[in-house]
């Protein structure tokens, strides 16, 4: 009777293996991963400090290789290979989809690379780059060649008795293609209409006769986006000749789609989508101090516009004291425009006709707020300091930055998609350093002309 | 022949059918609107300003209803629904899959929803409620109830009859369910099986007999990663009792996929996530001021701890113009950390086994980050403002600070977590208080005892 997954956690899974492995019981870590399915595997992997990894690794016998690495993130899966002799990585490839050696191959850097293309034969090697031959983030690069193609003159009952001869049908098979002399797709037959379909009929008879296909050098995004949109399980893909080349399944598309939402998440930290949380010390440092280092500069310029106001804060301490307020409030209320802005363009709501409606939205939001919080922060700064002028001050800083934030926030990502720059890995540090500097000089601007 | 589909692109319908709006051509609205698919009415409408959305709305043939209202996002959903009379809600209603009818009508504000029930007659309402009995974002909530059903001892010869009698299938079926004469899941036969499978063998004969099933009060995030982790395209649905209730298809566990990966994201920047970027001013502004006024506290946090200082800073205005640096950089370093762990948390690779290794690893990067970036500032700040002792004082409160941000940022999703509180939600925010208090202590702190 079937069987409830009670999420069976990898984590119990993996704390099991780590006390094995604790004790030196490699016979049983062994048998532990291979009755584990390869995508446990991997992550068990994942979660496991590279040296642990290393040690894993050495345990699973090689007739499982392909499978795990397939499974892998890229980073972890090219810390791996890069220790592997290239023979046994070879024997790992042999197994892999076109896609998956696509991504895998062209993942590596250019030096292990090398390696292993010279340790294959010819015809892996021709393959290989086959599968490589179409660049990286289109449809070519993340389509499998495993299609099955019939003929529109046969009838249904043929079909079937050639399928009843050919035994298993590729994974995910949902649908067959129709293609004609030229291997020009013709038509789509889905697996089901097989089903229901009259024997006596000719393929021609019961296809749909207008399919649509994706161009095989269309960006992986816009694949992922169409579908989400129409709700598709795969989807054939034509050279620019309309020919059959290949086809896309949905199991590839939902890494694109979740790399995607991810990827601004972990842009607007500044970090790499790919990055390996288990990664050694000195990496992640390295990888992160470029971010670290932009901040900084962002940060001296900050300090720099505090400093054309050296005399009144040596004059006035208090200034000094509230000078972090209005430059914080500024920076939150813009990346909350900013992220909105730039997760509307990635689902494709904000594009040239309604840009300027959104702006214009933003900034009354921005106005309204300025309203809002310039009245509270005088209340507050008011009764704190029982001084009425600088209370006033400060809320025309507030709202001179929650205005500047509102337009930065949803201005930045149009103006930075236009220029070809990715809006949530800059933006957010671009926005910061416009609010902290309008905000540092619109208070002690003000309050320099008002208070001394 | 196959149709390539240049990415047709919603944008130029948009801006043709606003064309068409504003010149009151309301006939040629109409038909360019029932010619899309739903899908892409649905983007359009949540591409366009509430006002815009209202009069195509209005447009639209209550035919098309139901489909579109399936595709939209909660808000701009619940916007419309909102401001139908229930009636033609009901209408529309009715041809909605159960999954999309417990999603829709449990999202609405509870008047409404009300007014909607009582339209229903007798039959629908049942219906409805049932759709909605099981919790929200659980299996059951997200599942379909459309399975196909098969008999363990049937020949495949007879289920071949039947499906030919039946004609149509359920959208996307892949599968057919054996279940016994009590419905319990007794196994699964793939549609591509019955293809290649010998008429005269039974169902049991061809069937996987150990399927593996999600049951009905799953967490919907654990069953989008099983999908994700398994590559699955559909999966039965049990109950405790292992009978066969529903099943979930891959284009569901999608939108969760999407959603949840845009989650952290959206909180960590105080978003709601079905936040609707074109919604009124006054509900935006409403919506965001939760997060401004928690930033508020924080701020003022911040500067009642400068207010320890102040004679110090009265003292030394280079102290004032310096003062943000430290708290700036730990800041963007504590938040890498955070949004790491956060996403490490959301794939499943941080768990108890390995929680301690990666704090401290994150404990390390921060004490190599505090030594480069000290060593940088005490550098820049000594050449800029001609002060070794100055130069020493910000170093030692920089590398206070980028261990206090490597501590926090590690440790935080993991109590946050224990605590039943969205890490990616409150994270943030609590992670800025920490590492500007600390920053600022630390830098002030250390400048009045060495420096006055």
Redesign the interface.
Known sequence: ???????KS??SQ??AL?AALTDGRFVSVRKMLHEL?A??VA?IL????TKTRDELWELIDGDFHGDILEELSEDVRNGIISKMVPEKVVDALEEMDTDDLAETLSSLPEEVLQGILESMDAQDRVRAEQAMSYGEETAGFIMNTDTITLRPDVTVDVV?RY??L????PE???TFYVVNRTD???GLVP??R?????PDDTVSEVMDD??????VN?PDD?VAS??????W?SA?V?DDK?R?VGRIT??DV?DI??ED??H???S????DDE?D??AP??Q??QR??V??AV??V???M??AV??LF??T??E??????????V???GG??G??T????I??MA????????AR??VS?EL??GL??GV??AA??AT?IGLWKQDLMLGVVIAFAMMVNLIAAALSGATLPMIMKRLKIDPALAGSVILTTIT?VVGIFAFLGTATLLLT
């Open positions: 009777m079937a069987e409830a997954l009670e999420s990898p984590q993996l704390r780590n399915p995508s446990d992550l994942e979660s496991s400090p079937l399928l009843r050919k035994g298993d049908l995910n098979t949902d020009n797709l013709v697996v089901a097989l089903l229901t379909a009259d207008d399919p649509e296909a994706i161009p269309m816009e169409l579908f989400e949109r129409y709700n399980l054939p034509i309309q059959l949905i199991d939902v789609i979740r939402a991810e601004s998440m972990m607007m930290a500044g970090l990055e949380t288990f010390v000195w992640s440092t992160r101090s971010w670290l901040n900084l962002t940060a001296l900050a300090a505090s400093d050296e005399d804060l040596s006035m301490a208090v200034l000094a004291i509230l000078n972090t307020i430059p914080s409030m939150v209320a990346n909350q900013l992220t909105l802005v997760r509307g689902l494709g709501h904000v594009n040239g006709s309604n409606w959104l939205k009354a939001i309204l707020n809002i919080w509270l922060i507050v902290d």
